[in-house]
Nanobody, 114 residues
């Protein structure tokens, strides 16, 4: 069974930081493109960041310079370091794995208060 389990969400003040983690099981993690998506209330799910099996990264313009995606293949874990958080970052953040097949985690809520 494939599982992606996010953790690290919570309530923070604007300007603060959070580090999200996504632990994967049931896949050959190293060959998957891993990504973080988010969905704010009333909005469509959007790509936040992704990282290829070779470590290449892509970021949404809205988070460039503030968020960093990374992965530790030995731990089958992908991270999202979020700095300088803004109220507009409030959303449920989802972990995604893609390699032909696509898998999603259940999400973790990030709330940024001003």
């Amino acid at each position: 069974q494939v599982q992606l389990v996010e953790s690290g969400g919570g309530l923070v003040q604007a300007g603060g930081s959070l580090r999200l983690s996504c632990a994967a099981s049931g896949i050959i993690f190293s060959v998957y493109v891993m990504g973080w998506y988010r969905q704010a209330s009333g909005k469509q799910r959007e790509l936040v960041a992704r990282i290829s099996s070779g470590g290449r990264t892509v970021y949404a313009d809205s988070v460039k310079g503030r968020f960093t995606i990374s992965r530790e293949n030995a731990k089958k874990t992908v991270y999202l370091q979020m700095n300088s958080l803004e109220p507009e970052d409030t959303a449920v953040y989802y972990c995604n794995a893609l390699n032909g097949a696509e898998y999603w985690g259940q999400g973790t809520l990030v709330t940024v208060a001003s």
